[in-house]
């Protein structure tokens, strides 16, 4: 790389502008991003495979407060496919000073990575559906196919799917069984409103399971609840999941699908780009909900 510095004539080190970049860029990429140089200092960033853009925002700015260097990203969080572009960067002088350059390197490296892509990983996922009516066949289950889709398009398989009653002791049980046999997450369908007779959110906590979130500043997906039964996520999903496109489920799915812990505090940020504009055609995810 030292090929291409030269002095000036106020003998004060520069890049040359396509040595600049590659330097950040390489500093910057972790897992799952590739470079492609497009010439005159710019740099394109590629996901390498599907999965999760993950970002450091703090670090993202501090490398754009240096003079001379821009770096830009798709929002993080969110699912990418294989080759999807997602940053690009870009010195804009002939020569950039060096001293910059190294700044930017050195903010790279505390923070490594500042771009990467997490894999998804194929999680065995077990599935009960609540509601009387629905255990008794009275009402066709609608629920369980969307979710097997769902989940189906982020690498995961549901191995199993229970139904039970409006009854909290075997909605509890039911949740040990599909423990006990080795489901590496856990999704509640029905009975997530304030209703006296709504028992998933009673029956979740009586497990010992560890609330994380229920009720969340996110549209759809309001009555969402989010535990952790140990290792294993517990969601309680409401009716809007089925219906709608985009809600808080394909919001926090991704990143429990990645192994990240999902916290309450990053949950109540998605209030900022969590309302849904419920655009007569939906985009998602080439829109604005969910992003910060």
């Known amino acids: 790389m030292n090929d291409f510095k030269h002095k000036s004539t106020f003998d004060v080190d520069f890049l040359q502008a396509e040595d600049a970049s590659a330097i950040i860029a390489k500093a910057a990429s ?10 005159e200092g ?5 996901s390498t495979g599907p999965g999760v853009l993950k970002v450091n925002k703090e670090a993202l700015l501090k490398i754009n407060s240096i003079e001379g260097i821009f770096f830009s990203t798709l929002h993080g969080n969110h699912v990418v496919a294989t080759e999807t572009p997602v940053g690009e960067m870009r010195t804009i002088t002939f020569g950039t000073l060096e001293k910059n350059i190294r700044e930017a390197e050195k903010i790279c490296k505390k923070f490594s990575p500042v ?27 609608k629920f369980g196919p969307i979710l ?14 229970v139904f039970v009653p409006d009854d909290v002791e075997k909605t509890v049980a039911a949740i040990h069984e599909l423990a006990s046999e080795g489901a590496d997450l856990i999704a509640l ?43 294993i996520p517990v969601l309680g999903l409401p009716g809007c999941v089925m219906y709608h496109r985009a809600s808080i489920f394909d919001l926090v ?35 604005g909900f969910g992003k910060q």
Do not use: W
């Open 115 to 141: 771009i990467e892509i997490k894999a998804l990983r194929n999680l065995r996922v077990g599935v009960i559906s609540t509601g009387t009516e629905i255990y008794s066949g009275r009402i066709k289950d």
């Open 189 to 231: 369908t029905g009975g997530m409103s304030v209703d006296p007779d709504d028992l998933t959110p009673l029956s979740i906590r009586k497990t010992g399971a560890k609330i994380v979130t229920y009720g969340v500043p996110i549209y759809p997906g309001g009555m969402f609840l989010l535990a952790y039964l140990g290792n």
């Open 30 to 39: 972790g897992h799952g991003i590739k470079l492609k140089d497009m010439g």
């Open 148 to 161: 097997k889709e769902k989940f189906a398009r982020l690498n995961c398989e549901v191995i199993k799917q």
């Open 253 to 287: 799915l991704p990143l429990i699908i990645t192994g990240e812990t999902v916290t309450r505090e990053y949950v109540l940020s998605l209030g900022h780009g969590g309302l849904c504009a419920r655009c007569e055609e939906c985009y998602y995810p080439v829109c």
């Open 42 to 46: 710019q740099i394109r960033f590629f």
